[in-house]
C-alpha cells in the first residue's frame, strides 16, 4: 500500500474530505498557519526541541504496557500504550506543545481553543501556562458541569474559562464560538484546535504532533515481541488519538486499524455520536468529513457520557481511511465503556478515560475474534481521573 | 440592502416584513438558517434559532422566497452556509445541481455562501454559471492582493466587503480600517464589480461615511435583526419600526446621490 506523503494534498485534502471550508476573514491566518507548518513541520530544530519538552516535561516516551491480567481475561495478548501517563492525562498534551511551541514561533501572543471533555482545554492551559501565552477556553455549558473537575484545573493554570450557551452547548458548540472568537483576534491569537478537525492545515498539523504515539508505539512493540501487532484499537471522538497510533502503521497493511466511535445509549438511538459509521458527507468547521445531520443539513445533537467522544463530526483523514477500507470503524454504548472502565480498574489498577474504555470495550466485546498469539494494542488515551463525578452516578444502576 | 432571516420571526411574518421594506431597497438579502453559522454573531444566531423554533426548514425558506419573488421585481439575494447547499442527492455535485436549480425555480438571483471561499468554489462556479446566478463572494480587510485577483475572476454580481475584522453584528461606528479597506479594494476592483460593505452598520450615518468612502452600496443585517429581537410580542410595531429604519437608510442614500451628482 503506497500512502505516506500523498495525503492530504495542497488543498488539504484526503481524496474528497477535508479542505478549507472556512469564512473569507480566516484565510489569510489559515494560509499564514499552513506556510509556517510547512516551514517548522520539517525544520530539525523545531522537532528536536518539540520532543525534549515532551521528554522533560511530559515524560515521554509513554511506556508500552503488557497488561497480563487483562490478556488472560480476552484470551490473548493485550498492550496498552500508556498515554494517560502524559502530564495533563492524556495524549492532548502532545499536540498542544507542538501547536504551542508554533504560535511562538509565528510572533503569536495568545492562545485560545475549545473544549468538550476538558482534556484539550486543560492541556491548552498547560501549554498557555508553560509557555506564557495568556489563554481562552471556549467550553459548552452542559460539558463545565460535568466535566467540573477540568474546570477548575484549567483556572488554577491561569485559563479564562467561557461558557458557551448556543446551540447544544458542548463541544461543537464550543469550536464555533472558539473560531468566532479567531475571527475577531486572528491578528494576535493562535487557535489550538484539539483533534485533527477543522480546515486545512490543522488536520494535518494536529496528525504530525500525534504520530510521536504511533511512532514509539512500533519501536516498542518491535523490541517487545519482535513483531508488528494483529490490532490497534483506539477510541474515535475527532480522531487524533487514532489517527497519532495508527499513522505508522498504515502501509503495514497486514496490522488491524480500528476505530471506535461512541454509541452512547445504542446506536439505533438518536443518543450517539457514531459519526463515521452512520454519518452522511457533508461540511462543518471548515472540512468535508462524514457528519450526524437532518435532512436538511442542519447538524444534529449528538450524545455519549464522555464528553471527549460527544462530537457530530470526525476527522477528514478517518472518513478517508474508511473508504477506502483501511480503517475499519466500530462503536460501543455508554454501558459497555463504563463496564470496560471498571474491568481494567479492578484488573489492572489502571482507571482508564470514558473515551478510551470504549476501545477497550470493543475487544471486550470481540474478544473471540482475536487468537491466543495475537497482539492488540489499545490505545489508552487518558486517564478516568476526570470521569470519577459521572462514574459515581452511573455506578449503581449500571454497572454489572 | 436589507438582510433578514427566512423565517424569523415566523414564516408569515418574515414575509410580510421582506414585502413591507421592499420598496426601500435595492436588493433584498435573505439567509437561509444553518444551526452552526461561524461568522455570524449572537444577534444573527439568535434570528436562526427563532426561526428554527417557528419551524422552518430549507424547503419552507425556499418557498417563501418564491411568494416575495411574485411580489417584487428586485433582485434576491441568499446568505447561507455551504453544507445547507449540498443537500439532497448521492454526491456533492449532483445536490448542488438539485439545489440551484431549485433555488433559480423559486427566483434566487444570486448567492453568498459564509463558508465557501475560492479555492473551494469549483463546483458552486459550475452551477452558478448553468443556472445563471451569481455567486458573490466576500473579501475582508485581511484578503491578499493575490487572492483578491482570484476572486475577481471568478466574482459576479458585486464584492461583498466585510467591514471589521470580525463576525456579524451591529456596531456603534465606523472604524478607520474599514474606510482603509473601502479605499484600498476599490483601486482594484473599479470597473470590474461594484463593492457592497456589510457587518457592523446601524445607522444612516455610517451608511453615508461608508458610501463617502468610495463604497457602492450598503449591507444591513444585525441592526434589522436588532428590530426583530426588540419587539417581538409587538409585530405592528416591529414592521412600523424596521420600515421607519429602511426608510432613514433610503432616505440618507438618496441625500447623498443628489449632492453628489450637484457637485
Ligand atoms: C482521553 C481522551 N481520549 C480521546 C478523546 C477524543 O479525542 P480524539 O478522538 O481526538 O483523540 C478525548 C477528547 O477529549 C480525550 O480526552
Same mark, same amino acid.
Not at chain 1, 94 to 104: D, E, F, P
Not at chain 1, 212 to 224: F, S
Not at chain 2, 223 to 236: E, G, P, W
Given at each position: ?128 501556562? =508553560? ?49 468566532? =472568537? ?19 492545515? =490543522? ?198 | ?16 416584513? /421582506? ?5 426601500? /431597497? ?21 434570528? !436562526? ?33 455551504? !453544507? ?43 452551477? /452558478?454559471?448553468?443556472?445563471?446566478? /451569481? ?70 450615518? &455610517? ?18 435583526? !436588532? ?23 433610503? !432616505? ?6 443628489? &449632492?453628489?451628482?450637484?457637485?
Amino acid at each position: 500500500m503506497n500512502y505516506y506523503g500523498k495525503y492530504p494534498d495542497k488543498l488539504g485534502k484526503f481524496g474528497e474530505f477535508g479542505g478549507m471550508f472556512a469564512p473569507e476573514i480566516l484565510m489569510p491566518a489559515l494560509t499564514e498557519l499552513t506556510e509556517a507548518f510547512n516551514k517548522y513541520g520539517v525544520d530539525e530544530n523545531f522537532s528536536k526541541e518539540f520532543y525534549q519538552i515532551l521528554k522533560d516535561y511530559s515524560g515521554r516516551p509513554t511506556p508500552l504496557y503488557y497488561a497480563g491480567r487483562l490478556s488472560e481475561n480476552i484470551g490473548c495478548k493485550v498492550y496498552l500504550k500508556r498515554e494517560d501517563l502524559n502530564h495533563g492525562g492524556a495524549h492532548k498534551i502532545n499536540n498542544v506543545i507542538g501547536q504551542a511551541l508554533l504560535a511562538k514561533k509565528m510572533g503569536k501572543t495568545k492562545l485560545v481553543a475549545e473544549t468538550g471533555a476538558g482534556q484539550h482545554g486543560f492541556a491548552t492551559a498547560i501549554a498557555g501556562a =508553560y509557555f506564557g501565552m495568556p489563554t481562552k477556553v471556549f467550553m459548552g455549558q452542559i460539558d463545565i458541569k460535568r466535566q467540573a473537575y477540568n474546570v477548575n484545573r484549567m483556572k488554577l493554570l491561569g485559563a479564562e474559562v467561557i461558557p458557551v450557551k448556543s446551540g447544544s452547548r458542548t463541544l461543537k458548540d464550543a469550536v464555533n464560538e472558539g473560531l468566532r =472568537y479567531w475571527i475577531s483576534n486572528v491578528h494576535n491569537t493562535h487557535y489550538l484546535m484539539g483533534s485533527v478537525v477543522g480546515p486545512h492545515p =490543522y488536520p494535518l498539523m494536529v496528525r504530525e504532533f500525534q504520530r510521536v504515539i504511533g511512532r514509539e508505539t512500533k519501536r516498542q512493540i518491535l523490541e517487545l515481541e519482535k513483531r508488528l501487532p494483529t490490532a490497534i484499537i483506539s477510541c474515535i471522538g475527532g480522531g487524533s488519538n487514532a489517527i497519532g497510533i495508527s499513522y505508522d502503521f498504515i502501509e503495514d497493511k497486514e496490522v488491524h486499524l480500528i476505530g471506535v466511535e461512541a454509541a452512547g445509549e445504542g446506536r439505533n438511538t438518536d443518543k450517539h455520536s457514531i459519526a463515521l459509521g452512520k454519518g452522511r458527507k457533508g461540511v462543518l468547521h471548515g472540512a468535508m468529513q462524514f457528519l450526524l445531520q437532518n435532512e436538511f443539513g442542519n447538524i444534529m445533537e449528538t450524545y455519549s457520557v464522555s464528553a471527549g467522544l460527544d462530537y457530530p463530526g470526525v476527522g477528514p483523514e478517518h472518513c478517508f481511511l474508511k473508504t477506502i477500507d483501511r480503517l475499519k470503524v466500530s462503536d460501543a454504548t455508554d454501558k459497555e465503556a463504563l463496564n470496560a472502565f471498571k474491568k481494567l480498574s479492578l484488573l489492572e489498577g489502571i482507571i482508564p478515560a470514558l473515551e478510551s474504555s470504549h476501545a477497550l470495550a470493543y475487544l471486550i466485546r470481540n474478544k473471540d475474534k482475536f487468537r491466543k498469539e495475537d497482539i492488540v494494542i489499545i490505545n489508552l488515551s487518558g486517564s478516568g481521573s476526570k470521569d470519577l463525578d459521572i462514574i459515581k452516578k452511573y455506578v449503581k444502576d449500571t454497572i454489572k | 440592502m436589507p438582510f433578514l432571516v427566512a423565517g424569523d420571526p415566523s414564516l408569515e411574518k418574515f414575509k410580510e416584513l /421582506c414585502v413591507a421594506i421592499e420598496p426601500f /431597497c435595492d436588493i433584498l438579502e435573505i439567509g437561509i438558517p444553518f444551526s452552526d453559522p461561524i461568522a455570524d454573531g449572537p444577534t444573527i444566531q439568535e434570528a !436562526n434559532v427563532r426561526a428554527f423554533k417557528a419551524g422552518i426548514t430549507t424547503t419552507r425558506a425556499l418557498e417563501g422566497i418564491k411568494d416575495i419573488r411574485s411580489k417584487t421585481e428586485k433582485p434576491i439575494i441568499i446568505l447561507t452556509y455551504y !453544507n445547507i447547499l449540498i443537500q439532497g442527492a448521492q454526491t456533492i455535485e449532483e445536490s448542488l445541481d438539485k439545489t440551484f436549480k431549485n433555488l433559480k425555480q423559486n427566483g434566487v438571483d444570486g448567492i453568498l455562501i459564509g463558508d465557501l471561499p475560492i479555492e473551494e468554489a469549483d463546483l458552486a462556479l459550475k452551477v /452558478c454559471e448553468k443556472y445563471d446566478i /451569481c455567486l458573490i463572494f466576500l473579501i475582508a480587510p485581511s484578503t491578499t492582493e493575490e487572492r483578491l485577483e482570484k476572486i475577481l475572476k471568478s466574482a459576479r454580481g458585486f464584492l461583498y466587503l466585510i467591514a471589521v475584522m470580525g463576525i456579524t453584528g451591529a456596531r456603534s461606528r465606523v472604524a478607520q480600517i474599514t474606510k482603509d479597506t473601502i479605499q484600498r479594494m476599490k483601486e482594484k476592483t473599479e470597473e470590474i464589480l461594484p463593492i457592497f460593505v456589510g457587518f457592523g452598520i446601524s445607522s444612516p450615518e &455610517h451608511a453615508s461615511t461608508i458610501i463617502n468612502a468610495g463604497a457602492d452600496g450598503i449591507i444591513i443585517g444585525s441592526a434589522m435583526v !436588532n428590530i426583530i429581537t426588540k419587539n417581538l410580542s409587538d409585530f405592528v410595531e416591529m414592521k412600523s419600526e424596521m420600515v421607519k429604519f429602511v426608510s432613514s437608510i433610503k !432616505n440618507a442614500m438618496m441625500a447623498l446621490q443628489k &449632492h453628489n451628482s450637484r457637485s
